[in-house]
């Protein structure tokens, strides 16, 4: 058994966290594992930019779900290979025209005493509030997140067995489901804030989704990763290594050779083919079936009619002094929540108001800036590029921001600025062929969720298989590392 397991080969295309997880796992189960990556690093949007002396996390700046990781790194017989540290705060929020910063802690004492004036009864409120999330977690995550289903009727199947108690949730959006909880602005807007990390804004993401809202707070929290978000690649890219795992980059996908139901072989843009019994397309499901492997389903046309998640500008600032008055991760809301919530995706106009986020890096990673400098990463919530084709606007939005966050905290950064760069949507699709620049993937809506969300195996090819943010179960790092559990799964049974 074992010596016919050795025999066995996968090749997984994308070193995104979802590959690099898969591929992990099956190396460890003893079955032989090459990867191939479009771009010169691994990493996927969980990647590193270094320019001038400064160090920047590129996409994600703090993860969630810890326990995702330690059990792939059970699963896998390892220790986890890079180290993490709780935020407390989780993060600030702070509103245009306020001197006041709200910062969020896990404990409701603390949290509810900075609401003693828009919300006095907040602890009782919020506690109410969380209880929900937590039913909501507990009865769904293992049901409907966690597995894997061959099709719609299964779906529908487990999904009959939550809790009826859940159902109006799922003919709410997450801002209505708040304000059935929350009276002050504020408060609504806060909590209803983790909506955006999933790509979408409150007012059309499911209320199902309030479940966020206990990982958030009760669950488990956040995380910073020592050195940067990066050192979660970089360990992952060392176990590889000491697994034989053989990684190749600078290596583009373009199509299929396949014969009856199975893919014999992809060929990269050079006309190389590659070749393994199970093959693992850790880029985007639906993009790559309509780009690469041209279903009529997942067309131009078709593609352009599912429903995608916004876009990001993402901007890399090293300054040469240091900002002590600024916390780690920040977040900066205007004074037009509801009408910048409904126009974001479809109006570029919004973008005069812009929110936005600033993670320092360097405030607890001192290597990541050089001495007496800070590494700042801006990211603002865009329309993708269906909506705003044209960027040639970029360098304009950015000064905006950045004088906004000047005002905001009290020092003028232009003149301090010695390292800028600037990444829109047409850079992100451009580099991780993200369809249209939309940063997520699809959308969580209840149509592209679950089995409505493209699947992790092939409908043709028996051979083929995806993982990562637009297959099941959905897009972050957490559901990237559950999205290569049920990948894992799908492989190994074939593969017996």
Request: hydrophobic residues 35%; contains cysteine; glycine residues 6%.
């Given at each position: 058994?074992?010596?016919?397991?050795?025999?066995?080969?996968?090749?997984?295309?994308?070193?995104?966290?979802?590959?690099?997880?898969?591929?992990?796992?099956?190396?460890?189960?003893?079955?032989?594992?090459?990867?191939?990556?479009?771009?010169?690093?691994?990493?996927?949007?969980?990647?590193?930019?270094?320019?001038?002396?400064?160090?920047?996390?590129?996409?994600?700046?703090?993860?969630?779900?810890?326990?995702?990781?330690?059990?792939?790194?059970?699963?896998?017989?390892?220790?986890?290979?890079?180290?993490?540290?709780?935020?407390?705060?989780?993060?600030?929020?702070?509103?245009?025209?306020?001197?006041?910063?709200?910062?969020?802690?896990?404990?409701?004492?603390?949290?509810?005493?900075?609401?003693?004036?828009?919300?006095?009864?907040?602890?009782?409120?919020?506690?109410?509030?969380?209880?929900?999330?937590?039913?909501?977690?507990?009865?769904?995550?293992?049901?409907?997140?966690?597995?894997?289903?061959?099709?719609?009727?299964?779906?529908?199947?487990?999904?009959?067995?939550?809790?009826?108690?859940?159902?109006?949730?799922?003919?709410?959006?997450?801002?209505?489901?708040?304000?059935?909880?929350?009276?002050?602005?504020?408060?609504?807007?806060?909590?209803?804030?983790?909506?955006?990390?999933?790509?979408?804004?409150?007012?059309?993401?499911?209320?199902?989704?309030?479940?966020?809202?206990?990982?958030?707070?009760?669950?488990?929290?956040?995380?910073?990763?020592?050195?940067?978000?990066?050192?979660?690649?970089?360990?992952?890219?060392?176990?590889?290594?000491?697994?034989?795992?053989?990684?190749?980059?600078?290596?583009?996908?373009?199509?299929?050779?396949?014969?009856?139901?199975?893919?014999?072989?992809?060929?990269?843009?050079?006309?190389?083919?590659?070749?393994?019994?199970?093959?693992?397309?850790n880029a985007d499901a639906a993009v790559f079936r309509g780009r690469v492997l041209k279903r009529e389903k997942y067309s131009e046309p078709k593609l352009l009619k599912m429903n995608w998640t916004m876009g990001y500008l993402t901007f890399y600032i090293g300054i040469k002094r240091k900002l002590p008055m600024?916390?780690?991760?920040?977040?900066?809301?205007?004074?037009?929540?509801?009408?910048?919530?409904?126009?974001?995706?479809?109006?570029?106009?919004?973008?005069?108001?812009?929110?936005?986020?600033?993670?320092?890096?360097?405030?607890?990673?001192?290597?990541?800036?050089?001495?007496?400098?800070?590494?700042?990463?801006?990211?603002?919530?865009?329309?993708?590029?269906?909506?705003?084709?044209?960027?040639?606007?970029?360098?304009?939005?950015?000064?905006?921001?950045?004088?906004?966050?000047?005002?905001?905290?009290?020092?003028?950064?232009?003149?301090?600025?010695?390292?800028?760069?600037?990444?829109?949507?047409?850079?992100?699709?451009?580099?991780?062929?993200?369809?249209?620049?939309?940063?997520?993937?699809?959308?969580?809506?209840?149509?592209?969720?679950?089995?409505?969300?493209?699947?992790?195996i092939d409908e043709k090819f028996k051979n083929l298989f995806y993982v990562g943010a637009s297959t099941v179960p959905g897009a972050g790092l957490p559901m990237a590392v559950i999205s290569s559990?049920?990948?894992?799964?799908?492989?190994?049974?074939?593969?017996?």
């Open positions: 058994m074992e010596k016919n397991i050795k025999n066995k080969s996968v090749l997984i295309v994308g070193t995104g966290l979802g590959g690099l997880t898969t591929a992990l796992r099956l190396a460890k189960r003893g079955y032989r594992v090459e990867m191939i990556e479009k771009n010169e690093q691994a990493g996927g949007r969980l990647n590193q930019l270094k320019k001038d002396g400064f160090t920047f996390d590129s996409g994600p700046s703090f993860f969630s779900m810890s326990y995702e990781f330690k059990e792939f790194a059970t699963d896998c017989g390892i220790e986890i290979p890079f180290k993490f540290v709780e935020l407390d705060p989780l993060y600030t929020v702070n509103f245009s025209g306020s001197n006041k910063t709200f910062y969020l802690y896990k404990d409701l004492d603390k949290l509810a005493a900075q609401f003693a004036q828009e919300e006095p009864d907040f602890k009782a409120k919020m506690t109410r509030y969380l209880k929900k999330s937590g039913a909501l977690y507990n009865d769904t995550v293992d049901k409907v997140i966690k597995t894997n289903f061959d099709n719609v009727i299964a779906y529908v199947i487990s999904l009959a067995q939550v809790n009826p108690v859940h159902i109006p949730q799922l003919f709410q959006t997450f801002w209505q489901h708040v304000q059935k909880y929350f009276d002050s602005k504020e408060a609504q807007q806060i909590v209803s804030l983790i909506a955006f990390f999933l790509g979408r804004t409150p007012f059309d993401t499911s209320a199902i989704y309030a479940l966020l809202s206990h990982i958030e707070f009760v669950n488990d929290g956040y995380y910073n990763v020592e050195g940067g978000m990066y050192k979660i690649v970089e360990g992952l890219v060392s176990e590889l290594h000491k697994a034989d795992v053989k990684m190749s980059y600078n290596v583009e996908i373009v199509d299929v050779e396949s014969k009856g139901n199975k893919v014999t072989a992809v060929i990269d843009s050079t006309g190389k083919t590659w070749t393994a019994d199970a093959i693992l397309i600024v916390n780690h991760h920040n977040y900066y809301l205007g004074t037009n929540f509801a009408d910048y919530s409904h126009r974001l995706e479809k109006d570029p106009d919004t973008l005069e108001k812009p929110y936005y986020y600033v993670n320092v890096l360097s405030k607890h990673n001192a290597n990541c800036a050089p001495e007496g400098c800070e590494t700042l990463f801006f990211v603002c919530p865009v329309p993708n590029m269906i909506y705003k084709p044209d960027w040639s606007d970029r360098d304009k939005i950015v000064d905006s921001i950045l004088d906004d966050f000047g005002k905001r905290i009290g020092v003028d950064i232009m003149p301090e600025i010695v390292s800028r760069t600037i990444y829109t949507p047409a850079e992100w699709e451009k580099r991780f062929n993200l369809f249209k620049g939309s940063g997520l993937g699809l959308s969580h809506n209840l149509g592209q969720i679950g089995a409505f969300r493209p699947a992790n559990k049920l990948a894992t799964e799908r492989i190994t049974n074939y593969l017996k």
